[in-house]
Every structure is written in C-alpha cells, then in structure tokens.
C-alpha cells in the first residue's frame, strides 16, 4: 500500500522530468554556477540553543498541506517572507511543490528577491538536479528526506549540495532514520514530528528523539507547532531552531508570532 509519502513522490517525479524537457541538466547546472554565492544558512542556526534571544526560527511559506488542505492564500510570498524577515526570522522556508503544498519555483524566486536572509528550498529531493535547480533558484540550503532517499543517495546529494555551497537540512523522523542521518556526518538534522508516511504528528516524540541527535549538529524541530508552548518544549529538549509553517502562515501577525515564539524559548533557559 503506498504511502502519503510515496504518493508526494510520484508527483514530483512527474513534474521534474516535464522541467527537465524544458531545461536540460546541463543547462540547469550551468545556471547555477551564475548565481549569486549561497548565504550560510548553518550559521544563520546553529547556536540557538545557547542564544538568549531564543531559538532560531524557520518560517515557512505553506499554502496548504495534504493533512490540512487550504492553509492560507498568500497572493503575495515576498510580502510573507518580509513579514518573516521583519519578525526576526534566522530562515525561509518555501514549499515549492505544486500538487499538495501549491507552491513553485516562482515563489522561491519572489521570496529570494524580497529578503536577505538565507532562504531553503523546501521539497522531496529525489534527484541531483532538484539540487542545481535550488541553487539556479537562489536557495541556500535543501531539505534530504531520510525516508525519501537510500544511503547513497543522501551521500551523494549531501556531496553535491556542498559543492555547489549550500547547506542540506537532512531530515529523520524514527531512531533509524536519525543514525542513517547521523553516518553522513552532517552539519544540519531536523526531527519531523510529522510522519510523512501517514501524516501523524506528535510533537512529545522530539523529546524522546532528540537524545539520539549527535550533540555538534545543528538539532531542528520540524512541524506541530500551535503556540509558543510548543517552542518551550522544544527549547528544554535542546532544539537549536524550530521549522514553523500553518502557525505563521495562519496567524494575522507573522511577525510577531515569531517574536512571541523566540521570547517563549528564550525564558526556559
Ligand atoms: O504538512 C503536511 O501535511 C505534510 C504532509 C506530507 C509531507 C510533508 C508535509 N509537510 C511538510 C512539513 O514537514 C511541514 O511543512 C513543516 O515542517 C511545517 O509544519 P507545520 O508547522 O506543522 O505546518
């Protein structure tokens, strides 16, 4: 029976090989040699559990999600992604598949644009040219899904991606996904509450997971976060950042609720 995951999978495999017509490999690898630089996302996070202005902050721009359907407009992603700038943000995140999350390249391409800080390109990377094609896009670091992705593979998109000068979020959910994470000796590991698999979330698993996590990784928690309870949570289990999504995108002051968010973080130290 294939999963929600698997499904997501299909999709973008379809979509990719319909852009790869229009743009080839090689031309898309050309592309993002000419970009600007990539912005160093990891020290844009790390430290934020030692920060005592709270925990570094992701902040999504997700229009709807296969759990939840409709989440929020968003005519305008440069607008949001100010917003999030504004509001103290350390990242960006866009959604940029277009079936579930109904997000797009163009709406990398508009929040790259409107802000300064590094921005992550947030997708189901299943092939290395996801990868030329985030950096020809401006993005500074990309999502690796351990349950997506075989050992070789996130060795050599984790290789790739560094090469090219950016950073990879290598995201686990289970104990064996984070010692898959842990063997590539990465810089950066989220823990997804979220199970991609069946859409699950619970956010106490971070707390049971986060012990596993190596202690000189950036740790971020992923997902299920409603209000700033949830970030004291995430902070006394040693989180550097959390990745936010519906909260902000949901909530009529973005800005503030990611100042609310790191104030909640910063008072349990
Ligand atoms: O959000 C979903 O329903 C979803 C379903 C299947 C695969 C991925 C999914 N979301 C990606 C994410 O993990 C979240 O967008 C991100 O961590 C923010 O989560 P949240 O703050 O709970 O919106």
Do not use: C
């Amino acid at each position: 029976m294939p999963t929600v995951l698997d499904d997501i999978i299909v999709g973008v495999r379809e979509d990719l090989e319909a852009r790869r017509r229009e743009t080839s490999l090689a031309q898309m690898r050309e592309r993002a040699l000419q970009v600007t630089p990539a912005r160093d996302a990891w020290a844009a996070l790390r430290g934020g559990r030692s920060d005592a202005s709270g925990l570094r902050v992701i902040s999504e721009v997700k229009r709807s999600s296969p759990s939840k359907g409709a989440l929020a407009d968003i005519a305008a992603p440069a607008d949001l992604a100010r917003s999030y700038e504004r509001g103290g943000a350390a990242v960006i995140s866009v959604l940029t598949e277009q079936r579930r999350f109904g997000g797009s390249l163009a709406d990398l391409d508009a929040v790259r644009a409107a802000v300064d800080i590094p921005v992550l390109r947030k997708d189901f990377t299943v092939d290395e040219y996801q990868i030329h094609e985030a950096r020809a896009h401006g993005a500074d670091l990309v999502l690796l899904i351990v349950a997506a992705l075989d050992d070789a593979q996130l060795r050599d998109f984790l290789d790739l991606t560094h090469e090219l000068g950016m950073n990879a979020l290598i995201e686990a959910h289970t104990p064996e996904e984070i010692e898959r994470a842990a063997a590539l000796k990465p810089r950066i590991i989220g823990v997804n509450v979220r199970n991609l698999k069946t859409l699950e979330v619970d956010p106490s698993s971070y707390g049971r997971l986060a012990p596993l996590l190596p202690s000189d990784v950036v740790q971020i928690a992923e997902s299920g976060v409603d209000g700033p309870q949830d970030v004291a949570e995430y902070a006394r289990h040693g989180a550097d950042a959390i990745l936010v999504g519906e909260a902000l995108v949901r909530h009529g002051d973005p800005a503030q609720a990611i100042r609310d968010f790191r104030s909640a973080s910063a008072a349990v130290r």
